[in-house]
């Protein structure tokens, strides 16, 4: 399993909040979700806003905790990052931001 859980240090309604996501899929994600009592419309794309009280059952269950940067590393190389910054118009071919030496 490979359940994904950064640091509680995202500010929401005078809460802190972390990220859950899986390197692996999607469905592990949400199976592992189901198991913390998550209801599935809280799914944000490939992660799961998840309270500070949360994080630490999801730990408890076998979520490895990592640092903000290593989970999107992570969830980027498995194909999962959803939400870039940069949008494409649909048959707009991909390309980097310093291609044209910015």
Do not use: C, K, T
Request: charged share 30%.
């Amino acid at each position: 399993m490979a359940i994904l859980v950064d640091a509680a240090i995202w500010p929401h309604r005078g809460r802190r909040f972390a990220h859950l996501a899986s390197d692996r899929s999607e469905a592990e994600l949400h199976a592992f979700a189901a198991e913390l009592g998550l209801q599935r419309r809280w799914f944000q794309g490939d992660h799961y806003d998840i309270p500070a009280e949360v994080r630490d059952r999801a730990i408890a269950l076998g979520a490895e905790p990592v640092g903000a940067s290593e989970l999107v590393r992570r969830v980027r190389a498995a194909g999962l990052r959803n939400g870039s910054r940069v949008r494409r118009l649909p048959g707009e071919p991909l390309r980097s931001p310093l291609a044209d030496g910015a």
